[in-house]
């Protein structure tokens, strides 16, 4: 009798791959597990640099910085490196299953194929472990870059000033930039200089421009700062200046996933473009070896030494910049609120006055002047405020102010009569004495033209009796000098010649010496009357 089998019937196997494909019969498990093992391993490792660099080529660009373009390399990479992958790992595993077998068949232990088992799991983690730490934070930033608009990078924003002839850049570098600066170039072609306001953004786009400004012979202007990818920028300019209060800052390059030996390639690549364009070779070394996180600011004479900078100019050079991406008439006015404390009093004690001050404080940097030209007519219409208040302010308020004029007079005399002079007659009023005068003796007058607006009040007219008896007190206190009638005689002249100009401040002192030397309430009363004289 027929024994009939009990199994189930199964479809026949899939048949075995031709021992050609090493593909499919590696995939399948059906080869030896020395040779998924060792060899596999290291035609792996040989595969995927080959895949890579293809890749890498493949979707290089020609036009540069081209975000979809670094989105699509980054995903090709990952999927053809987790493929291969997928293929070493699983491949491995089957084959360490297929020697288990066979070694059971002919009831034998399996140690090294279990070994390789544990080995195909350590890969595994391996390789998760490196696409949470690199791939995804690079498809993640790709993403962000190609399809977002860049969303952590500010925005930034394009102008013209004086006439077209000059323009600024001002916020983050991210795509697009580059191609908007061009139509500006092309609509204003007598465009000659560039300004640059940014704390950074993408090397490639930064790159991108750097060639437009190079290929253009612009110049570069850093009014206030220009940090990250905005040096790259800098660097293009034929002359690359910058204000006093300017600062360039670099450092490495960065992005999520990077290598050491990405890192240096992209030091490398940087580097060069720096070189090229005149920078010294040890700066250049140690501003893009600064640590991402960090920047390194060097000082101007630093940045001069390396051919960085062309040189450092003044506030008459260039048209006024820095003020952000939003230069709106609101941005201005929170700038003036914020860094001038004289200026807050004044929008809260007088918002019409202060209103007027801000129109044209902006209307002069829309239309393009220069900072000492913006501030040349802010400062006029200042000074005419505060004249007009001094001698509305507080006893207190006058007699210091007083006493920092005397104070300064002093400081001047010291180092130069004329400026001394100029400074005490008033006989130049479009003279900004800031930097000739030590910076005590600029906060202080700051801090008292704020005490001036804020304690100004309507004051009752002194009656000419009282004047009279405050004057006769004056040269009257012990140890205090009377003037005499030569000093008398400088005094009321219009003009003093050059050389008096010294002795004209040692009588203003001494006058002043004998004001401050009276009573508080007599002081002030003889200074009310001094600075309404003077307006």
């Known amino acids: 009798m027929a024994v009939t089998s009990m199994e189930p019937a199964t479809e026949n196997p899939a048949p075995a791959p031709p021992d050609w494909n090493f593909v499919a019969r590696h995939w399948r498990g059906l080869l030896p597990l ?59 595993w089957r084959s360490a299953n297929r020697h288990i077998e066979l070694r059971a068949e002919i009831g034998k232990g399996s140690f090294w194929a279990r070994a390789a088992k544990f080995a195909a799991v350590v890969m595994a983690i391996n390789f998760a472990v490196i696409f949470v730490k690199d791939g995804l934070p690079q498809l993640a930033e790709a993403t962000r870059i190609a399809f977002l608009g860049d969303p952590e990078i500010a925005p930034y924003s394009l102008r013209t000033m004086r006439n077209g002839t000059e323009a600024e850049i001002t916020g983050g570098f991210k795509y697009g930039l580059t191609a908007d600066f061009s139509k500006i170039l092309k609509a204003s072609p007598q465009i000659k200089v560039v300004h640059l306001h940014s704390g950074g953004g993408r090397i490639g786009e930064a790159r991108k421009l750097y060639s437009v400004i190079k290929d253009k012979g612009l110049t570069t202007y850093v009014s206030l700062e220009c940090a990250s990818a905005c040096t790259l920028a800098f660097a293009g300019g034929k002359e690359r200046f910058i204000a006093r209060r300017a600062r360039l800052g670099f450092h490495a390059p960065s992005f999520p996933g990077m290598t050491a030996a990405d890192m240096k390639d992209a030091i490398a690549d940087q580097s060069k473009l720096f070189v090229e364009a005149g920078f010294s070779a040890p700066f250049v070394s140690r501003a893009l070896n600064t640590p991402s996180s960090t920047l390194w600011k060097p000082a101007a004479d630093e ?40 200026m807050q009093a004044t929008k809260a004690k007088y918002p019409a006055r202060y209103e007027a001050a801000l129109n044209e404080f902006y209307e002069s940097y829309i239309s393009g002047d220069t900072e000492r030209e913006q501030f040349a007519k802010a400062r006029k219409r200042i000074l005419a405020m505060l004249e007009e208040l001094r001698p509305m302010a507080d006893d207190d308020v006058i007699v210091d102010f007083a006493r920092m004029q005397r104070d300064s007079y002093e400081y001047l005399a010291s180092r130069s009569a004329a400026s001394c002079y100029f400074y005490a007659s008033g006989a130049d009023k479009g003279r900004n004495f800031t930097e000739d005068l030590g910076a005590e003796l600029v906060n202080r007058e700051r801090e008292l033209n704020e005490r001036i607006v804020l304690t100004a009040a309507p004051r009752r007219e002194i009656p000419a009796g009282e004047m009279k008896v405050v004057f006769a007190k004056m040269f009257k206190s012990p140890g205090v000098p009377a003037l005499t009638a030569e000093e008398r005689a400088l005094l009321k002249a219009d003009t003093v010649a050059p050389d008096r100009h010294g002795a004209y401040c040692q009588a203003t002192i001494k006058f002043y010496n004998a004001i401050l030397a009276l009573p508080q309430s007599y002081a002030a009363t003889a200074l009310r009357l001094i600075l309404k004289s003077s307006n």
Do not use: C
């Not at 373009?69 to 999927?79: G, T, V």
């Not at 450092?312 to 820095?322: C, E, I, K, L, Q």
């Open 303 to 342: 940045l001069v030494r390396a051919h960085a900078i062309t040189s450092v100019v003044d506030n008459a050079r260039f048209a006024v910049s820095g003020y952000g991406s939003d230069a709106s008439k609101e941005r201005i006015d929170a700038f003036m609120v914020k860094s001038l404390p004289l």
């Open 34 to 92: 020395w040779f998924s093992y060792w060899v596999v391993n290291f035609v792996v490792g040989i595969v995927s640099s080959v895949v890579v660099a293809t890749i890498a080529a493949i979707f290089r660009s020609d036009a540069g910085y081209e975000p979809t373009l670094i989105f699509a390399m980054f995903f090709a990479i990952w999927f053809a490196v987790a493929a291969i992958s997928v293929w070493q790992i699983v491949g491995l």
